[in-house]
């Protein structure tokens, strides 16, 4: 019998495994930072004990969820305006307003708050690209959150530098400080093509590849991005971005709403991954990016928020139903991105297209303890039926809620 930190027994556990087992009543042990074994509670009982055993009975335990791409620090724009085209949101209102009032203290103070909106709905990790990443990095690791941090880089003074070469060297002193760190990985994120120049790009993805850490970018989000991009640089946004050797660099592409089969499988052939974000792409009108397509092709397609002035929330729950929702309305095809799939995207396929795949987005042996338990008697849970294997999912997907998650833990 081998004593651990945690025992935690009786829950639904649904290891989203390659074998995507679920043990009911089940267990996880979790020793030090990591989980140590996933089994059936009665074969876990057997090989693990310790005092902190926790009783779990009546709730599903899942991975954390994974929040595919945010601006946290945003949260203190949430609600500032809304209804609005992309352009004017972005160029008329948020950029102006970041220039003048972001600063470090607004970062960290968002970061906060945005965190705790994010734990207490079940999020364990998420990709985040800001200004004065440092700030939300510290803050981040502060509250016990995992996180892909990106210091953003644009051709415009922005406020937390006045050029694009202060930028980039704020992002390399940044990756330097953070790289290693149990909980945050650093990253430079290039806002988007049309905020950058060819060298800009080219400079970015050599130095997301010197250090091996993601670029982290926002990629054909517009109808109006495409246009621009095949009419000064006569070819649409992926081939661009590929001419000028973004894909040297292990890629988290945001949106990717305007992109055809060519382009679908560019990002595939380069093992980027894609964050789908359902609700900021139909608030600004973006358009419905083709996931059905992209997951067919086998590209890792995780679900963002995007930040919380264009959601306006951190809920993954709901961006994952959405997400379900729209690509069987899209496509007219109610088979499409079944329950179990959007359960995936919103877990280990989200964790392996922000390129953390190895260490969270599943409950297995060697995996860090990044989990979430959710209470499943609440009056919408009832009645469960369990007729199909996959009920859980549909249960998890259809009916669960940010409020029912319960407890949740990062890095044991
Ligand atoms: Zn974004």
């Not at 945010?70 to 992309?86: E, I, N, S």
């Not at 149990?182 to 993805?205: E, N």
């Given at each position: ?47 693990y ?20 791409h ?17 352009d004017v ?7 102006p ?16 708050l ?13 990709a ?53 760190h ?24 050599a ?13 054909a ?42 382009e ?12 789908h ?19 067919q ?25 959405l ?13 499409v ?17 922000l ?7 599943s ?19 009832t ?21 029912d ?8």
């Open positions: 019998m081998t004593e651990i930190d945690y025992l935690l027994t009786g829950a639904t556990v649904v290891t989203a495994n390659e074998n995507w087992e679920v043990f009911s009543p089940g267990a996880v042990a979790v020793s030090g930072d990591s989980i140590v074994g996933v089994g059936p509670a009665e074969a876990i009982a057997v090989e004990s310790s005092t902190m055993t926790v009783d779990c009975s009546g709730k599903a335990l899942i991975p954390g969820l994974v929040n595919a945010t601006h946290v620090p945003m949260t203190m724009l949430r609600g500032l305006a809304d209804d609005l085209r992309l949101w972005l160029l008329g209102y948020m950029m307003v970041e220039r003048e009032f972001v600063t470090p203290e607004f970062c960290r103070t968002g970061t906060l945005g965190c705790a909106e994010m734990i207490r709905s079940g999020i364990t990790c998420f985040d690209m800001y200004y004065f990443e440092e700030e939300v990095a510290r803050a981040v690791a502060e509250t016990g959150m995992r996180a892909l941090c990106s210091q953003t880089v644009l051709k415009f003074p922005t406020p937390d530098a006045p050029s694009f070469e202060d930028g980039l060297a704020a992002a390399r002193n940044f990756i330097e400080r953070w790289k290693g149990a909980l945050i990985l650093p990253s430079v994120g290039p806002h988007a093509p049309y905020t950058s120049t060819r060298d800009m790009l080219q400079a970015c993805a130095l997301a590849a010197e250090y091996d850490v993601p670029l982290h970018i926002h990629l989000e517009t109808e109006h991005e495409v246009e621009q991009s095949r009419s000064e640089h006569n070819m649409p946004v992926i081939p661009w971005v590929k001419k000028h050797d973004l894909f040297d660099a292990k890629v988290l592409a945001a949106h990717c709403v305007h992109v055809d089969s060519g679908i499988r560019t990002l595939h052939k380069y093992r980027a991954g894609v964050a974000n359902p609700t900021s792409n139909l608030k600004l009108a973006s358009g419905i990016a083709p996931v059905a397509e992209m997951l092709v086998g590209l890792d397609v995780g679900i963002g928020t995007d930040g919380p002035a264009s959601n306006n929330d951190l809920d993954m729950f709901e961006e994952t139903r997400a379900a929702l729209l690509a069987k309305g899209a496509s007219g095809d109610p088979t991105v079944p329950a179990r799939q959007a359960f995936e995207m919103a877990t280990i396929m989200g964790a392996r297209a390129h953390l795949g190895d260490i969270t987005g409950l297995e042996p060697g995996k860090r303890a990044d989990l979430a338990l959710l209470d499943l008697n609440e009056l919408h849970n009645p469960t039926f369990r007729r199909d294997a996959d009920a859980i999912y549909a249960q998890l997907v259809y009916v669960g809620k940010a409020a998650v319960s407890d949740v833990m990062v890095n044991g």
